[in-house]
């Protein structure tokens, strides 16, 4: 596979990751996700997830944009 086919596939990130770039904890991204207020992860199969790195960056800017009255 060529590196520009490559490119196209959406990054994962495992969980440990997500707690390192949103700096929450495992507990609090399961329960933001109960509430709809958080990405949900792909299933991965064997008990495996992953979240989709743009949904995680999204959601983080979103969180600066409130902070920053919506702009």
């Given at each position: 596979?060529?590196?520009?086919?490559?490119?196209?596939?959406?990054?994962l990130l495992k969980?440990?990751?997500?707690?390192?770039?949103?700096?929450?904890?495992?507990?609090?991204?399961?329960?933001?996700?109960?509430?709809?207020?958080?990405?949900?992860?792909?299933?991965?199969?064997?008990?495996?997830?992953?979240?989709?790195?743009?949904?995680?960056?999204?959601?983080?800017?979103?969180?600066?944009?409130?902070?920053?009255?919506?702009?």
């Amino acid at each position: 596979m060529n590196e520009k086919a490559h490119s196209a596939f959406p990054q994962l990130l495992k969980r440990p990751a997500v707690q390192s770039e949103t700096t929450l904890s495992r507990s609090k991204i399961y329960e933001l996700m109960a509430e709809g207020k958080f990405p949900k992860p792909v299933s991965l199969g064997s008990n495996r997830v992953a979240w989709l790195r743009s949904e995680v960056f999204a959601w983080i800017d979103q969180r600066i944009a409130e902070r920053n009255g919506g702009r």
